[in-house]
Nanobody, 123 residues
Framework: QVHLVESGGGLVQAGGSLRLSCAASGRTFSSYTRGWFREAPGKEREFVAAISWSGITYYADSVKGRFTISRDNAKNTVYLQMNSLKPEDTAVYYC?????????????????WGQGIQVTVSS
């Protein structure tokens, strides 16, 4: 059975940093695109960042320059380094995996999802 498990969330002050991790088990995801999405209260789930199997990275405009996605295929893990956090970054963050998505920004193209982890940024 496949599991994606997020860790590293929590409460941080505006301007601070957090590093999210997403460890996968049950299968190898080295050939998959790995992504991060977030869902704020009352809002739809939105794309945050993705990294292809070859290491090409993609970011939402709202996080570009502040967040960095990376992966360690040996550990079957993807990371999201979040710097200069803002209150509007507050959300539940989900990691996901997709085999060769045609549009990495579309949540529907991701087959596997973690349970989500809360990130709260106080002003």
């Amino acid at each position: 059975q496949v599991h994606l498990v997020e860790s590293g969330g929590g409460l941080v002050q505006a301007g601070g940093s957090l590093r999210l991790s997403c460890a996968a088990s049950g299968r190898t995801f080295s050939s998959y695109t790995r992504g991060w999405f977030r869902e704020a209260p009352g809002k739809e789930r939105e794309f945050v960042a993705a990294i292809s199997w070859s290491g090409i990275t993609y970011y939402a405009d709202s996080v570009k320059g502040r967040f960095t996605i990376s992966r360690d295929n040996a550990k079957n893990t993807v990371y999201l380094q979040m710097n200069s956090l803002k209150p509007e970054d507050t959300a539940v963050y989900y990691c996901a995996a997709a085999p060769s998505p045609s549009d990495y920004r579309r949540a529907a193209q991701y087959n596997y999802w973690g349970q989500g982890i809360q990130v709260t940024v106080s002003s």
